[in-house]
């Protein structure tokens, strides 16, 4: 039986003027919504759901995190990218899934093992203080296999695309010294102190909208909100703008 996603490929390259005005009308509702500020304005949202469109991806499941652009290149959740290969009918088996170590392997013809480990993310330099390699390993260990094993044995169906951290993980890596000391001593739940219980919840939510206007990485986001003298002053003025109709 055809799978679902050769079916969806097989229409044009092209969207036809027809889902041209359905995405418009997505992108401008999505907008009007206001949940997906972190996205930007309506030529943002159209992007992704494209680039959902290319890869036969639901565009609503792609804006809720499925996909993100950075740079113009696109990110897919290891979730996505793991039900893609699934759904084009390549088994994927878990050997091992730890803290330490993530040992995939896929079917696809024949049988090919992957594996990717906080050793290997140690010496390429992605684990930050603060960042997702020292709070959850065990997904970021499975996110890279995942990503390995998809440039593998399934390229036509992943396209260009890298796993969501893989293109913000190696723009920041930074060879260092021993004796050099970092740029900063911050973390996310320390600046989360500086507000009341009240507003963490719209710290977050500001956080995040840095982030995606200034493309920022975690860690580069929690140093600059870190040495910044105007930080209370601009999230209230940000919370100001945010209840204006």
């Given amino acids: ?9 097989s229409q044009s390259l092209i969207p036809s003027e027809h889902e041209m005005m359905v995405f418009r009308t997505m992108a401008e509702q999505a907008v009007e919504s206001k949940m997906y500020k972190g996205i930007g ?18 565009p609503m499941q792609s804006l809720n995190g499925g996909i993100n652009i950075i740079n113009g290149k696109v990110e897919l959740s290891a979730r996505m990218m793991n039900a893609l290969m699934r759904k084009a009918g390549i ?13 995939l392997v896929g079917h ?4 090919t093992s992957v594996s990717y480990s906080l050793d290997d993310a140690r010496k390429a330099g992605l684990i930050k203080a603060g960042g997702g390699w020292t709070k959850n390993p065990k997904d970021m260990c499975f996110a890279r296999a995942i990503s390995r094993l998809a440039r593998q044995i399934a ?7 890298y796993v969501e951290g893989e293109i913000s993980g190696e723009a920041t890596i930074v060879e260092t010294k021993e004796d050099v000391k970092p740029l900063y001593t911050g973390s996310y739940s320390e600046l989360e102190k500086i507000f009341p219980e009240e507003d963490k919840a719209l710290f977050e939510e ?6 995606a206007h200034f493309d920022w990485t975690f860690d580069e986001a929690v140093e600059k909100f870190t040495n910044e003298p105007k930080l ?12 204006s109709p």
């Fill in 155 to 161: 390229p036509d169906i992943i396209g260009g695309c």
């Fill in 1 to 9: 039986m055809t799978n679902q996603i050769v079916e969806y490929k």
């Fill in 206 to 211: 500001f956080f995040n909208v840095c982030r």
């Fill in 41 to 58: 304005d309506k030529a943002g949202v159209m992007m992704i759901m494209l680039a959902a469109r290319e890869l036969g991806l639901p």
């Fill in 108 to 111: 696809r013809g024949s049988a």
């Fill in 232 to 243: 209370l002053e601009k999230f209230e003025s940000w919370k100001q703008k945010r209840k």
């Fill in 91 to 103: 088994n994927i088996e878990v050997k091992e899934s730890t803290d330490e170590k993530c040992v």
